[in-house]
Nanobody, 124 residues
Framework: QVQLVESGGGLVQAGDSLRLSCAASGRTFSYYAMGWFRQAPGKEREFVAA????????YYADSVKGRFTISKYNAKNTVYLQMNSLKPEDTAVYYC?????????????????WGQGTQVAVSS
Protein backbone atom coordinates (compact mmCIF):
# COMPACT_ATOMS: atom_id res chain seq x y z
CA GLN A 1 0.00 0.00 0.00
CA VAL A 2 0.88 3.66 -0.33
CA GLN A 3 1.08 6.02 2.62
CA LEU A 4 1.14 9.80 2.24
CA VAL A 5 1.92 12.31 4.99
CA GLU A 6 1.45 16.04 4.39
CA SER A 7 3.05 18.82 6.41
CA GLY A 8 3.69 22.53 6.23
CA GLY A 9 0.24 24.02 6.61
CA GLY A 10 -0.53 26.92 8.89
CA LEU A 11 -2.06 30.35 9.37
CA VAL A 12 -0.58 33.17 7.31
CA GLN A 13 -1.54 36.62 6.08
CA ALA A 14 -2.50 37.50 2.54
CA GLY A 15 0.59 37.88 0.39
CA ASP A 16 2.67 35.45 2.46
CA SER A 17 4.15 32.16 1.30
CA LEU A 18 3.99 28.56 2.51
CA ARG A 19 5.57 25.34 1.35
CA LEU A 20 3.68 22.10 1.74
CA SER A 21 5.45 18.75 1.72
CA CYS A 22 4.11 15.28 1.06
CA ALA A 23 6.23 12.28 1.95
CA ALA A 24 5.23 9.07 0.22
CA SER A 25 6.08 5.50 1.11
CA GLY A 26 5.14 2.10 -0.26
CA ARG A 27 5.01 0.89 -3.86
CA THR A 28 6.92 3.90 -5.13
CA PHE A 29 7.74 2.00 -8.33
CA SER A 30 4.07 2.24 -9.28
CA TYR A 31 3.61 6.02 -9.10
CA TYR A 32 2.45 7.65 -12.31
CA ALA A 33 1.53 11.07 -10.96
CA MET A 34 1.29 12.98 -7.71
CA GLY A 35 -1.04 15.85 -7.13
CA TRP A 36 -2.32 18.41 -4.70
CA PHE A 37 -5.99 19.09 -4.16
CA ARG A 38 -7.82 21.34 -1.73
CA GLN A 39 -11.19 21.45 -0.09
CA ALA A 40 -12.74 24.52 1.51
CA PRO A 41 -15.66 24.23 3.96
CA GLY A 42 -18.89 23.49 2.13
CA LYS A 43 -17.15 23.02 -1.21
CA GLU A 44 -16.06 20.06 -3.27
CA ARG A 45 -12.47 18.94 -3.40
CA GLU A 46 -10.71 20.69 -6.28
CA PHE A 47 -7.56 20.18 -8.28
CA VAL A 48 -4.60 22.46 -7.52
CA ALA A 49 -1.49 21.02 -9.18
CA ALA A 50 -0.02 17.75 -10.44
CA UNK A 51 3.33 16.39 -11.55
CA UNK A 52 4.18 13.37 -13.66
CA UNK A 53 6.40 11.18 -11.53
CA UNK A 54 8.81 10.11 -14.26
CA UNK A 55 8.78 13.00 -16.73
CA UNK A 56 8.34 15.79 -14.22
CA UNK A 57 5.91 17.80 -16.33
CA UNK A 58 3.51 19.90 -14.29
CA TYR A 59 -0.11 21.00 -14.46
CA TYR A 60 -1.95 23.73 -12.55
CA ALA A 61 -5.43 24.98 -11.91
CA ASP A 62 -5.99 28.41 -13.44
CA SER A 63 -6.65 29.86 -9.98
CA VAL A 64 -3.10 29.13 -8.81
CA LYS A 65 -1.10 29.38 -12.03
CA GLY A 66 1.81 31.77 -11.58
CA ARG A 67 1.58 31.66 -7.77
CA PHE A 68 2.02 27.98 -6.88
CA THR A 69 4.78 25.62 -7.94
CA ILE A 70 4.74 21.83 -7.62
CA SER A 71 8.04 19.97 -7.53
CA LYS A 72 9.38 16.58 -6.50
CA TYR A 73 12.45 15.00 -5.03
CA ASN A 74 12.43 11.44 -6.25
CA ALA A 75 15.21 10.25 -3.95
CA LYS A 76 13.01 11.06 -0.95
CA ASN A 77 9.70 10.22 -2.63
CA THR A 78 8.55 13.68 -1.69
CA VAL A 79 6.45 16.22 -3.53
CA TYR A 80 6.26 19.89 -2.61
CA LEU A 81 3.82 22.70 -3.20
CA GLN A 82 5.36 26.15 -2.96
CA MET A 83 2.57 28.66 -2.49
CA ASN A 84 3.34 32.35 -2.98
CA SER A 85 1.15 35.44 -2.92
CA LEU A 86 -1.45 33.61 -0.88
CA LYS A 87 -5.01 34.91 -0.90
CA PRO A 88 -7.87 34.39 1.57
CA GLU A 89 -9.61 32.27 -1.07
CA ASP A 90 -6.71 29.80 -0.88
CA THR A 91 -7.90 28.83 2.60
CA ALA A 92 -8.67 25.10 2.60
CA VAL A 93 -7.48 21.70 3.68
CA TYR A 94 -4.80 20.65 1.21
CA TYR A 95 -4.48 16.98 0.26
CA CYS A 96 -1.67 15.13 -1.43
CA UNK A 97 -2.56 12.23 -3.69
CA UNK A 98 -0.94 9.53 -5.81
CA UNK A 99 -2.19 8.02 -9.03
CA UNK A 100 -0.92 4.58 -9.94
CA UNK A 101 -2.99 4.46 -13.12
CA UNK A 102 -2.57 7.75 -14.95
CA UNK A 103 0.46 9.95 -15.52
CA UNK A 104 -1.61 13.01 -16.42
CA UNK A 105 -4.21 13.26 -13.69
CA UNK A 106 -6.18 16.36 -12.71
CA UNK A 107 -9.41 14.85 -11.39
CA UNK A 108 -10.22 13.49 -7.96
CA UNK A 109 -11.30 10.11 -9.33
CA UNK A 110 -8.00 9.67 -11.17
CA UNK A 111 -6.13 9.34 -7.88
CA UNK A 112 -6.29 6.24 -5.75
CA UNK A 113 -4.25 7.13 -2.65
CA TRP A 114 -4.73 10.16 -0.43
CA GLY A 115 -3.06 11.78 2.55
CA GLN A 116 -4.88 13.01 5.63
CA GLY A 117 -4.66 16.68 4.65
CA THR A 118 -3.06 19.79 6.11
CA GLN A 119 -4.90 23.02 6.91
CA VAL A 120 -3.94 26.27 5.23
CA ALA A 121 -5.62 29.45 6.45
CA VAL A 122 -4.97 32.85 4.89
CA SER A 123 -6.20 35.95 6.68
CA SER A 124 -6.91 39.22 4.90
Amino acid sequence: QVQLVESGGGLVQAGDSLRLSCAASGRTFSYYAMGWFRQAPGKEREFVAAIRWSAGSTYYADSVKGRFTISKYNAKNTVYLQMNSLKPEDTAVYYCAVSTTRDIATKVNEYNYWGQGTQVAVSS
